[in-house]
């Protein structure tokens, strides 16, 4: 089923997430439904806030890419109450948008590696280095689960350049090619 997308202005995307326990109801088909949600919006990353839940939960699917970038088939992850336990050293700047923020596409720097303590869609345990463009998707993610967006992380001069598009946004005046739920 696809899941309405909430947009800037929804508190839940400002609410930091807690923590999901193995018994959780339907949890499998929470992200099932992420996933669809994800496809059906063109997206690479979706965390449970972007859906309304305030829960550490995000997928991420590279798999779409794939065509250009054969190192990204069937790559689907399901991330769990993740921990990013350390950032490499190296930054790198990448131009990043949000399904949150539909029409908003922004320069952020962001560590290019980072080591992720996570449970899979199975509640198994996993600790694994990520890096380049799969580390910044996590890390955008991630961000969804402490009430962050990657505006956050831009100068204070572009945030005031975006300043009225992000008070529309928060009325409910955007165009997105996907369900969406907004203050409107």
């Not at 449970?119 to 694994?128: P, V």
């Not at 998707?137 to 689960?145: G, N, T």
Request: hydrophobic share 40%.
């Amino acid at each position: 089923m696809i899941l309405p997308m909430y947009i800037f202005g929804q508190p839940v995307l400002r609410k930091v997430a807690e923590d999901i326990e193995e018994d959780y109801p339907n949890l499998k088909e929470l992200i099932e439904n992420m996933f669809e949600t994800l496809r059906h919006s063109e997206g690479v990353g979706l965390a449970a806030p972007q859906v309304g839940l305030a829960k550490r939960l995000f997928i991420v699917d590279l798999d779409c890419l794939s065509e250009d970038h054969p190192e990204f088939k069937g790559y689907l992850k399901t991330f769990i109450n993740p921990e990013i336990v350390e950032f490499g050293k190296e930054m790198g700047t990448y131009e990043e948008g949000c399904l949150s923020l539909p029409g908003i596409h922004e320069n952020v720097k962001r560590p290019t590696k980072v080591l992720v303590n996570y449970l899979d869609e199975n509640f198994e345990e996993h600790e694994e280095w990520f890096d380049g463009f799969p580390a910044r998707v996590i890390q955008h993610e991630y961000d969804h689960l402490d009430g962050k967006m990657f505006i956050d992380h831009l100068s204070a001069l572009r945030k005031q350049m975006l300043k009225s598009k992000l008070s529309a946004m928060a009325k409910g005046k955007f165009e997105a090619a996907y369900k969406c739920k907004a203050n409107r």
